[in-house]
DNA sequence: GTGGTCTAGACCACA
DNA sequence: GTGGTCTAGACCACT
């Protein structure tokens, strides 16, 4: 998971902010010399760990730098 | 294919009636958050179905309700 | 042709350069306050003047400032 | 359908064989020099004209040289 | 002002 | 790395 670390690490830092959106899938696979698949795969983590949100045909966006937030209502 | 199936269902509910005029395609994508092509590709499908029937420059049609239904006997 | 002459006005005066993208078609329908037809109709006589060029999905773009050029071969 | 038609001449004049695999839609559109959607549109063409076949994440094959032509006798 | 075609480029799913 | 689906938005053709 080096991929998804190396990015969660860049939105953890404050390198990409809410709302940025990060490169294509395809260009993040060129970056990182891996293929789409691994991309994708750290995508998923990402997306599950709630720091990225991905838009069909649009884009993947950051959503949130770290914290759980616990908001439950209130 | 949620919008097409979404509007196929409506017709064979009778919701949509024979020969009434559907929304414009542009009307469809707003009102399904989706973007154009996407109501035209739903549009495709239901027209080779027989469902409706497009005119270039004036709108879509509702064409038929149901199958071809072939109740022949009984 | 009122709209035809003020965006080759505007051309000519150097308003709107070479190369540039003109605003799309509905744009200028709505900032001259006329139907999409009449745009396009001066788009089609400024497209035979020479003075622009549209592209099938991307816009249409500025092509020459003025003179026929001549330019034979030689 | 400038481009369905061409690679439909293509298979018709047996330039693409039976069971022979298309170029890529990506290479196709460089090819043509037009979107790959456009591509898409024609090989949606293609398919429904029984000409070709499209495997998800192989590629596309030729599947008939000429329609059921039915030479059943003679 | 509608449907028709196209661009450019994203993410998705499969093998 | 291919085909599949989608976005956003342009020009085109018709009525």
């Known amino acids: ?3 998804a670390n ?5 939105i953890e830092r404050g ?3 809410l709302g940025q959106r990060l490169p294509s899938e395809l260009d ?3 970056q990182y010399g891996v293929a789409r698949m691994t991309v994708r795969r750290a995508m ?3 997306r599950e ?3 990225i949100r ?3 045909g649009k884009g993947t966006y950051v959503q949130q730098p770290d ?8």
Not at 6 to 10: C, D, E, M, P, R
Not at 67 to 74: I, K, L, Q
């Open 49 to 51: 760990r709630g720091l």
């Open 6 to 10: 190396h990015i969660a690490g860049k």
């Open 15 to 17: 390198e990409l902010k």
């Open 44 to 46: 998923k983590e990402l």
């Open 1 to 3: 998971m080096v991929v």
């Open 28 to 30: 993040l696979a060129e």
């Open 67 to 74: 914290p759980p937030a616990e908001n439950v209502d209130r």
């Open 54 to 56: 991905s838009v069909h």
